[in-house]
């Protein structure tokens, strides 16, 4: 057990630091276990700081100092003193001066991969956000800005590459040791977190880029040897990324070059480090062998992401780690809108909904809810939410809905020029869309600092006789954790009257007029907006385009919504109305048996949309997504039946699968592969419609599902298609999936990435024994807790893919989750906290589970030396547990 309570950050007590760094020149020697670090930085007295000749407190953790000198005179060690997070100097010249700190850390005894740590014989580093501390002495902090250079040493014939932030010096071999040297400089003011290095024997795959004004920059990625046939999509994804962000926001990369490494021991996906982003390999490595369509898109959008930092985070940066969500949902936003521009707008925004449903939803709405700008924290590491990154960006889309397209390009533009250089805050960002729009955007910061969905009511009432369509809606935010009042929030909502052709009526607004944009705000707790000269009876589109992060409920007929979900000229909504009714049939089906007329209807709806040739693969494979379970628990509210939840979300879609038969049959034949694969937008959506099909036709028809799935598994044309069709089988309980899985197991278990699929296709198998699986896999040979990814994959894998074996009622799947957050929290403490996160919704549930939660919560919590990010998740989420007398 904890003997103390982690200290709390708060926004409020903000200072800016008493000295400036103005730049840091490090020189590494490089050593698995005995890396010498000489850092020689130039200080002066911050002019922005309140505080007088205060002492210079610099932070360091897991650090061995050898000496400090200040203008090159060595201090004696009573000049200074040294705890495990601090260097203090009492007394340091009150005018520019000179520190030299030299100091050793140990990159081998680095199991957080926080810092300088060793992946598989490289050299590697992760500083964001409070990584730096492990190399040398610094103020690990955003908002201190340093031009950073730096002299690396190593072995020549074991590290042969040798690679840091910004541009390339000198480099050069020293005779007579083996060993080598290289320089570089990076001419951008940057925080530490923004820091990175790697060393290794890694192989280089180079092009070039020609920036618009006409600049040509050198690209690397950087890879383990014999994995250069790999990068090829990363590569044209980087390109079009660049290329994207000169278009649609005038940014223009900065620096000679620009370098990835691939790494295979990473916290996280990526890292946007000045000049040299690092990433998770398994965003960077695809060969239609090896990579599903989910990965090639995936691959696209995080370079993308990694890529338009260097404006937003980078060139600027966040004042703060409370502001995260300035640098971090705003570059999500752009990284959507990306991807929205080179693929399907229409079929991105589904995603986006989607994943935001999925993760921040239930986050918003238990006991980790927070506010997308978070006014205290335990752990930052913690902070890396749904929350901040997908409402944050929605926070952006909804600016730009408000704004409009035009105003929203120069409110950016302004921001980039106003802010370039400098660490910012979220007021800063919101008071450029105002300045550069005119609107007054004080209620709407609200989005930032307010935690919880909001609770949208909307009921429409058409008047023949005045010919008015009356809109009320009704907005209430239910309490959150140290949140109990909310207030009212600014909420723009696209909005369409359909008429009975499938059209849009024109929206004439009583007291406004003809809207040109088709969007109405909400800003008090009611109100109603009345529509005149509507001349037959409409029904109401409502959060077209889900303009708004909220929960809406809007009295329409589940004839209303079928009308929808074929005639909604809104993608969106024409989704959103299928996920409704296909909520509602799921909801109705609880008791045992699905409601027949119902289940037809919602059938002819699909038929009709499935057979439509007008529409796109793609939104037809969405349209055939039922809600996923959590979206049926979150309905439910309270009490819930985990294994309930499951049995009728399966009826329902075996009872669609076999009305849907001749129709599914037929996507089947058609959508089978003819040529060779390509990533494309069209080839990805005719698969995702075929794997989808296959889903459908295997709770269905089981027998005819298994025999398409084998007979796609006997001769599989692409990654895509093993996935797709063991994918499906794992959901049905048969022998063959087992020898299915086995068999991949065989054909892949050289490939590390294709070693996590398959633990994490176990992890999804629906079974009574989940949990057992579950347990026998961490004993597996090819299991190991040291590697985040296979932890993602089997623990992850299994808290959020599997819903009613995590949640099984004896507590089982609980247990093996704990087992596994109690042994990560002693070397990573940051993934177990990550996998901890997966009780996060156990309020909602019965009794019994939530008295089994609780006590494996416990449990965790009573482990010896428990981390500040395992015990600041674990604790709130059993606070958050009203558990029965
Ligand atoms: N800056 C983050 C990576 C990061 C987060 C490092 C937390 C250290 C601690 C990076 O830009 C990021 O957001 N990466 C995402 C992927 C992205 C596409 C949303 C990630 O790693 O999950
Ligand atoms: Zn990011």
Same mark, same amino acid.
């Given at each position: 057990m904890r003997t103390e309570t982690p200290q709390t950050i708060h926004l409020k007590d903000y200072k800016p630091v008493p000295y400036r760094i103005d730049s840091a020149d490090l020189d590494f020697q490089l050593d698995p276990e005995k890396t010498r670090v000489?850092?020689?930085?130039?200080?002066?007295?911050?002019? =922005?700081? +309140? +505080?007088?000749?205060?002492?210079?407190?610099? =932070? &360091?953790? /897991?650090l061995q100092l050898l000496s400090v000198a200040i203008d090159g005179?060595?201090?004696?060690? =009573?000049?200074?003193?040294?705890?495990?997070?601090t260097l203090t100097i009492p007394q340091v010249p009150q005018a520019p001066f000179t520190l030299e700190i030299v100091n050793l850390c140990n990159p081998t005894a680095n199991t957080e991969l926080s810092g300088l740590y060793m992946s598989n014989g490289m050299y590697c580093t992760q500083c964001e956000a409070e990584g730096f501390r492990r190399i040398t002495y610094f103020y690990d902090r955003p908002d201190v800005m340093a031009r950073f250079r730096v002299r690396m040493e190593a072995p020549k014939r074991e590290m042969p590459i040798l690679l840091s932030n910004g541009n390339p010096g000198e480099t050069g071999d020293l005779p007579g040791t083996g060993r080598h040297y290289a320089v570089w400089s990076d001419p951008f003011p940057k925080p530490c977190y923004l820091f990175a290095l790697v060393a290794g024997d890694l192989a280089g795959v180079h092009d070039t880029f020609q920036t618009m004004s006409g600049r040509t920059v050198k690209l690397g990625i950087y890879v383990e040897k014999g994995k250069e046939d790999r990068c090829a999509w990363a590569m044209t994804s980087l390109k079009l990324s660049m290329s994207w962000d000169e278009k649609a926001f005038g940014r223009e990369y900065d620096l000679d070059v620009f370098n990835i490494v691939a790494v295979s021991n990473f916290n996280m996906g990526a890292m946007e480090n000045k000049g040299l982003n690092v990433f998770n390999d398994k965003y960077i490595l695809a060969l239609p062998s090896t990579a599903t369509d989910t990965d090639y898109v995936n691959i696209e959008a995080i370079i993308a992401h990694e890529y338009f930092h260097n404006w937003t985070g980078n060139r600027i940066t966040c004042r703060d780690w409370f502001q995260l969500c300035l640098k971090e949902g705003l570059t999500v936003f752009r990284d959507q809108e990306f991807t929205s521009d080179v693929r399907s707008r229409a079929v991105k925004r589904i995603a986006d909904v989607k994943t935001l449903r999925a993760r921040q939803f239930p986050e918003d709405g238990g006991p980790l809810a927070h506010p997308a700008r978070p006014s205290s924290y335990i752990e930052i590491n913690n902070?890396?939410?749904?929350t901040v990154y997908e409402k944050g960006a929605e926070i952006c889309r909804m600016m730009k809905t408000l704004l409009g397209e035009a105003a929203f390009r120069?409110?950016?533009?302004?921001?980039?020029? %106003?802010?370039? &250089?400098?660490?910012?805050?979220?007021? =800063?960002?919101?008071?450029?869309m105002a300045d550069a729009s005119g609107r007054d955007l004080g209620q709407f910061f609200q989005w930032y600092e307010q935690a919880g969905t909001p609770q949208l009511k909307a009921e429409g009432r058409y008047d023949a006789k005045r010919m008015t369509f009356e809109l009320t809606l009704e907005q209430k935010t239910l309490p959150t954790p140290g949140q109990p009042e909310k207030r009212s929030l600014h909420i723009p909502l696209g909005v369409g009257l359909v008429g009975s052709e499938g059209e849009d009526l024109p929206l004439d607004?009583? &007291?406004? &007029?003809?809207?040109?944009?088709?969007?109405?705000?909400?800003? #008090?707790?009611?109100?109603?907006?009345?529509?005149?000269?509507?001349?037959? /009876?409409p029904v109401v589109s409502l959060n077209r385009g889900f303009s708004a992060p909220v929960n809406l409920t809007l009295n329409a007929s589940p004839a209303d919504q079928l009308f929808l979900m074929g005639h909604d000229r809104d993608s969106l909504n024409r989704w959103e109305a299928g996920q409704t009714r296909g909520r509602e049939l799921i909801l109705a089906s609880m008791n045992g048996?699905?409601?027949?007329?119902?289940? @037809?209807?919602?059938?002819?709806?699909? +038929? @009709?949309?499935?057979r439509d040739p007008s529409i796109d693969n793609a939104f037809k494979a969405l349209m055939l997504g039922l809600p996923p379970e959590p979206d049926i628990a979150a309905a439910i509210g309270k009490d819930v039946d985990t294994d309930a939840v499951l049995a009728a979300r399966d009826r329902v879609r075996a009872a669609l699968g076999s009305r849907l038969d001749p129709v599914l049959n037929g996507i089947w034949t058609a959508t089978a592969e003819r040529g060779p694969y390509a990533p494309d937008p069209a080839g990805t959506a005719r698969r995702a419609l075929r794997y989808?099909?296959?889903?459908?036709?295997?709770? #269905?028809? %089981?027998?005819?599902g298994v025999a398409l799935a084998l007979e796609e598994l006997a001769k599989p044309h692409s990654m895509t298609a093993e996935m797709g069709a063991l994918g499906g089988l794992i959901q049905v309980e048969t022998p063959e999936r087992e020898t299915q899985l086995e068999a991949f197991f065989n054909r892949h278990a050289a490939d590390h990435l294709l070693v996590d699929k398959w633990f994490m296709l176990h992890a999804q198998a629906k079974d009574a024994n989940a949990a057992a699986r579950i347990e026998r896999l961490s004993r597996h040979p090819a299991f190991t807790y040291s590697t985040p990814n296979r932890v993602y994959a089997l623990i992850g894998g299994f808290t959020s893919g599997n819903v009613a074996g995590f949640n099984a009622a004896g507590g089982e799947g609980y247990r093996v989750v704990a087992d596994a957050v109690i042994k990560l929290d002693g070397f990573n403490p940051q993934v177990a906290a990550r996998m901890a996160t997966g009780f996060r919704s156990c309020q909602i549930l019965d009794a019994p589970r939530?008295?089994?939660?609780n006590r494996e919560l416990q449990r965790i919590l009573a482990a010896p030396k428990l981390s500040r990010d395992t015990f600041e998740i674990v604790s709130r989420i059993a606070n958050g547990l009203a558990l029965p007398p």
């Amino acid at each position: 057990m904890r003997t103390e309570t982690p200290q709390t950050i708060h926004l409020k007590d903000y200072k800016p630091v008493p000295y400036r760094i103005d730049s840091a020149d490090l020189d590494f020697q490089l050593d698995p276990e005995k890396t010498r670090v000489a850092s020689r930085l130039a200080l002066r007295p911050n002019p =922005d700081s +309140e +505080e007088s000749a205060a002492p210079l407190v610099l =932070d &360091g953790k /897991k650090l061995q100092l050898l000496s400090v000198a200040i203008d090159g005179k060595p201090l004696k060690s =009573d000049d200074f003193t040294v705890s495990d997070t601090t260097l203090t100097i009492p007394q340091v010249p009150q005018a520019p001066f000179t520190l030299e700190i030299v100091n050793l850390c140990n990159p081998t005894a680095n199991t957080e991969l926080s810092g300088l740590y060793m992946s598989n014989g490289m050299y590697c580093t992760q500083c964001e956000a409070e990584g730096f501390r492990r190399i040398t002495y610094f103020y690990d902090r955003p908002d201190v800005m340093a031009r950073f250079r730096v002299r690396m040493e190593a072995p020549k014939r074991e590290m042969p590459i040798l690679l840091s932030n910004g541009n390339p010096g000198e480099t050069g071999d020293l005779p007579g040791t083996g060993r080598h040297y290289a320089v570089w400089s990076d001419p951008f003011p940057k925080p530490c977190y923004l820091f990175a290095l790697v060393a290794g024997d890694l192989a280089g795959v180079h092009d070039t880029f020609q920036t618009m004004s006409g600049r040509t920059v050198k690209l690397g990625i950087y890879v383990e040897k014999g994995k250069e046939d790999r990068c090829a999509w990363a590569m044209t994804s980087l390109k079009l990324s660049m290329s994207w962000d000169e278009k649609a926001f005038g940014r223009e990369y900065d620096l000679d070059v620009f370098n990835i490494v691939a790494v295979s021991n990473f916290n996280m996906g990526a890292m946007e480090n000045k000049g040299l982003n690092v990433f998770n390999d398994k965003y960077i490595l695809a060969l239609p062998s090896t990579a599903t369509d989910t990965d090639y898109v995936n691959i696209e959008a995080i370079i993308a992401h990694e890529y338009f930092h260097n404006w937003t985070g980078n060139r600027i940066t966040c004042r703060d780690w409370f502001q995260l969500c300035l640098k971090e949902g705003l570059t999500v936003f752009r990284d959507q809108e990306f991807t929205s521009d080179v693929r399907s707008r229409a079929v991105k925004r589904i995603a986006d909904v989607k994943t935001l449903r999925a993760r921040q939803f239930p986050e918003d709405g238990g006991p980790l809810a927070h506010p997308a700008r978070p006014s205290s924290y335990i752990e930052i590491n913690n902070f890396y939410t749904p929350t901040v990154y997908e409402k944050g960006a929605e926070i952006c889309r909804m600016m730009k809905t408000l704004l409009g397209e035009a105003a929203f390009r120069k409110a950016m533009d302004l921001y980039f020029s %106003r802010h370039d &250089g400098e660490a910012a805050t979220v007021e =800063d960002f919101v008071r450029c869309m105002a300045d550069a729009s005119g609107r007054d955007l004080g209620q709407f910061f609200q989005w930032y600092e307010q935690a919880g969905t909001p609770q949208l009511k909307a009921e429409g009432r058409y008047d023949a006789k005045r010919m008015t369509f009356e809109l009320t809606l009704e907005q209430k935010t239910l309490p959150t954790p140290g949140q109990p009042e909310k207030r009212s929030l600014h909420i723009p909502l696209g909005v369409g009257l359909v008429g009975s052709e499938g059209e849009d009526l024109p929206l004439d607004l009583d &007291g406004v &007029g003809i809207l040109n944009a088709p969007i109405i705000e909400l800003t #008090g707790a009611k109100k109603t907006f009345r529509f005149r000269n509507i001349t037959k /009876k409409p029904v109401v589109s409502l959060n077209r385009g889900f303009s708004a992060p909220v929960n809406l409920t809007l009295n329409a007929s589940p004839a209303d919504q079928l009308f929808l979900m074929g005639h909604d000229r809104d993608s969106l909504n024409r989704w959103e109305a299928g996920q409704t009714r296909g909520r509602e049939l799921i909801l109705a089906s609880m008791n045992g048996s699905v409601p027949n007329e119902e289940a @037809g209807n919602y059938a002819s709806a699909l +038929e @009709g949309l499935l057979r439509d040739p007008s529409i796109d693969n793609a939104f037809k494979a969405l349209m055939l997504g039922l809600p996923p379970e959590p979206d049926i628990a979150a309905a439910i509210g309270k009490d819930v039946d985990t294994d309930a939840v499951l049995a009728a979300r399966d009826r329902v879609r075996a009872a669609l699968g076999s009305r849907l038969d001749p129709v599914l049959n037929g996507i089947w034949t058609a959508t089978a592969e003819r040529g060779p694969y390509a990533p494309d937008p069209a080839g990805t959506a005719r698969r995702a419609l075929r794997y989808a099909a296959l889903q459908m036709i295997l709770l #269905g028809n %089981r027998e005819k599902g298994v025999a398409l799935a084998l007979e796609e598994l006997a001769k599989p044309h692409s990654m895509t298609a093993e996935m797709g069709a063991l994918g499906g089988l794992i959901q049905v309980e048969t022998p063959e999936r087992e020898t299915q899985l086995e068999a991949f197991f065989n054909r892949h278990a050289a490939d590390h990435l294709l070693v996590d699929k398959w633990f994490m296709l176990h992890a999804q198998a629906k079974d009574a024994n989940a949990a057992a699986r579950i347990e026998r896999l961490s004993r597996h040979p090819a299991f190991t807790y040291s590697t985040p990814n296979r932890v993602y994959a089997l623990i992850g894998g299994f808290t959020s893919g599997n819903v009613a074996g995590f949640n099984a009622a004896g507590g089982e799947g609980y247990r093996v989750v704990a087992d596994a957050v109690i042994k990560l929290d002693g070397f990573n403490p940051q993934v177990a906290a990550r996998m901890a996160t997966g009780f996060r919704s156990c309020q909602i549930l019965d009794a019994p589970r939530r008295t089994a939660a609780n006590r494996e919560l416990q449990r965790i919590l009573a482990a010896p030396k428990l981390s500040r990010d395992t015990f600041e998740i674990v604790s709130r989420i059993a606070n958050g547990l009203a558990l029965p007398p």
